[in-house]
């Protein structure tokens, strides 16, 4: 495999900082006094859960909605599923990218995820939020390969891109048959490849647990230097698959039948995330992962 060129060195390094501080930025905006989607996300929804009218709370998420709506592409770091806006309600479905570490933690690497949060307020005063859902990771190594195959890749390319990663991770997070399976997505002259991976996020006594569904992604491959036709054929219906779903009426209902449009490929023995996974756990580790996933022992 050739050396990644010092400028895609630069570029991935420039990105990931960009992102960390446009993820400060964005989130004091949200809530002053903040630093993350998350914090941001949780304060907000502090401020509407007390003592608010429904109207004066869909006005502030609705504020919210706007601003996100406002920002330009080039201090862009998230996109919208839902931005609903209502005089005494309104929601808001979207998902950030987050500079950090790999979801896994015996995996000690550097990248960008692609995780969504959701917030809402109803007329009957009902309001609810969850934060970090994970749809996707790209590795650091991923990131300055797709600059390196992209030509002159700018940053407001790279984040169209990175969008289209979450989003083939959020529709196939949920299917049954799609988990540690291949995963690749075709892009301009470009193969985004990677797996559908599934881990389990524990309690501190172990009995309870989250599970973790996301796309992740290893690597960018130029799609006329890749050798496996089926690679290739599943990158291109995914990218299809992306596509219509979200220039669509983005139903959540017709996603698990364009899923299974995309072609079922087995997972690679050999991949850098499954050696590093795949070792004995502990008699802890292993008890946990058994009674989550009734039997089967995840890369936790």
Known sequence: MSSIPTESRIFGDRYYRDIRRLEKLHAGRISPGT????????????????????IKRAIELTRVIDYLDGITPEERAHFIFIGSRGKRSASLVFATFNAGMHPYKRINEEGLSVVQHLIYCQRNGTVETRTNFDL??????????????????????????????????FMTRNIDGRVNSQLNLHFGDTLITGSLRRGYVFSPDGEHHQARTFYDVRT????????????????RIAAHVV???????RDPHQIEALVKQIPFL??????????LTTPPMSTHETAACDRAAGGSLPAC
């Open 243 to 249: 596509t219509d779903w979200f220039a669509g009426e």
């Open 136 to 169: 996707a990771y790209v590795s650091l190594h991923a990131m300055r390969r797709l600059h390196e195959r992209g030509h002159k890749l700018t940053a407001v390319h790279a984040t169209g891109v990175f969008g289209y990663i979450g989003l083939l991770g």
């Open 35 to 54: 630093h993350t989607w998350e914090t941001a996300i949780n304060a907000l929804y502090k401020r509407l859960a007390h003592g608010q009218s429904p």
């Open 220 to 235: 960018a491959l130029p799609a006329d230097e890749v050798r496996d036709p089926a690679q290739l054929e599943q990158g």
């Open 266 to 275: 087995p997972q690679r023995e050999n991949d850098y995330v499954t050696r």
